[in-house]
């Protein structure tokens, strides 16, 4: 759903490209909006093997990235190992866990996995209460400001190091704070 949007309505929902519609017995509604079609909500979906990001612990990860070379940062966004971890969202937790986006999956040290399953745990908890705070009826929106790598407000890192950017199908944000492991 990278383009799937939600809108409280009242009365008529005049939101453009509606997926689905859930109108209450107050005359207010609740849309999904995607303009590429491409969101599918599912009533009662299957239960999903990957776990969710939050639900993980460095033995998981330890094992799960044994069977990978793949850098580490692609496999964070892989929705069919970890559920719910996003680009941006990415980079917030490998900065925080010290480890460069590019390093090879399964030769991160032990030691590292635990900092990085600390650091998605710390990563989207702050997250989620930052959003809240300063957005407490939020249904709908990025909300990014308060990231700290992710930024591209920020050209330095809370440490100092100079924030660099990686262009490609998707952006990434990292320093040199960042230890890469081959």
Do not use: C
């Amino acid at each position: 759903m990278l383009h799937g949007k939600l809108f409280l309505f009242e009365g008529k929902n005049e939101n453009k490209y509606p997926i689905i519609e859930l109108h209450f017995s107050d005359d207010t509604g609740l849309v999904l909006t995607d303009f590429q079609g491409i969101a599918t909500p599912t009533l009662n979906p299957e239960e999903k093997e990957a776990p969710d990001a939050m639900e993980i612990d460095s033995n998981f990860l330890k094992t799960r990235l044994a069977k990978t070379k793949t850098n580490i940062k692609t496999v964070l966004l892989d929705q069919k190992i970890i559920r719910g971890i996003g680009n941006a969202y990415a980079d917030e937790i490998l900065w925080d866990a010290g480890i460069s986006p590019f390093s090879a999956s399964n030769k991160i040290p032990d030691e590292k996995l635990k900092e990085l399953t600390k650091s998605i745990e710390s990563v989207l908890t702050n997250a989620e209460k930052s959003i809240l705070k300063s957005n407490p009826d939020i249904i709908s929106g990025e909300i990014r400001d308060f990231m700290l790598i992710h930024n591209s407000r920020k050209t330095h890192s809370p440490k100092g190091a100079e924030i660099r950017i990686k262009e490609g199908t998707r952006k990434t944000y990292y320093t040199d704070e960042q230890e890469l492991f081959e």
